[in-house]
């Protein structure tokens, strides 16, 4: 059952924030959804975390701090039953305090109580959110009734409704994610084309290298190896939190630009997962796209290599306070380290390198790094 909460936050004045909750979630659980409404408007990193506050109902002149084991907490057998709204009875509307955990001395000695008190409720003990495992599996093995199976069927179906209902609410934003990442012209980093170009240099030396192959090598170096990493880790770029929930909805969106990306086309039927029959309707607009991106760059005004070194140069200027330049030297050799043998070999043979002398400067660093032999 679904529930408010009238919220008030310990020493941050008498305005109150309605939290939305279930009477089956737990403390913790609790914490987190009112943790995520009151500071929704600070980086996660700036938040409290659940375990630096408490959580005290008011249900009348005396209050009562929740936890999610104490003494109240239901036994049955070795199992323990974590807390909820619902055990504590906790009503529609009810106010409840947050406060931040305040590191004295005297609360030190009263976390140590209370963290002796939880260790003693567990001694021993299991503990379960809703239902013990024992019992989901013993569920499992009787499956198979009709009964049993209508009802799975209709679980099914409810989940695909909801499915498409945030789909629908997300597809505006899946939409503009896609047209700003694969909209090629000006705002495209000279870096890409630059490499972009490499790699058609690099066909035309290969025989039968094809179309579909460049494709391929496009995708692994860029869209997967970089936007399919971000797309499933937001908090590298961003101070966020990532959720299950949200991570399980990042994960179809990733797939489905990963999808995308492929020139193999996707044969459809009723068993395949729900995740690929989600944007069925959407994935060949979506595989356009990156088709019109890869095209669009070829066709751009080349990069010099003098314009190469000079944005490159612009690039380390503007993030000198804020990159480590020896750690990076040195995580740019752990790589060339690993294909040592083949850049020695590959520098030994491209004029350029030889002008530059690159293969008696990498045999250097390599000396120095880690003693390797070479032919100094």
Known sequence: MTGT??????GEGPDVTPVKVLNCDTVSQVKEKIIEAVYRNLPYSQRPKVDSVTLEWRPGSTGQILSDLDLTSQKEGRWRRINTLAHYNVRDNATLVLSRVIHTQQNYDQNQDNQEERNSLLDDDKVFHLVRPDELDEMKSKRGSMKDKSMTKAITEIYLTRLLSVKGTLQQFVDDFFRSVLCSG?????????????????ALKHDNVDEETIHIW??????????????????????????EVVDASLSVIAQTFMDACTKSEHKLSRDSPSNKLLYAKEISTYKKMVDDYYKGI????SVSDQDMNTHLAEVSRTHTDKLNIQVALYQLYQYASKYYDGIIQSLDEDPA?????LTLRLQQIAAALENKVTDL
Request: proline share 7%; aromatic share 14%; no cysteine.
């Open 5 to 10: 909460l009238q919220v008030l936050v310990h």
């Open 186 to 202: 000006a705002v495209v980093p000279p870096a890409i084309k630059y490499f972009f170009d490499f790699l058609d240099e690099q």
């Open 218 to 243: 496009k995708t692994n170096s860029l869209p997967l190896r970089f936007w399919v990493n971000i797309l499933k880790n937001p908090h590298f770029i961003f101070d966020v939190h990532v959720t």
């Open 298 to 301: 070829r066709q751009m005004v």
């Open 353 to 357: 390198a030889q002008s530059k002398q």
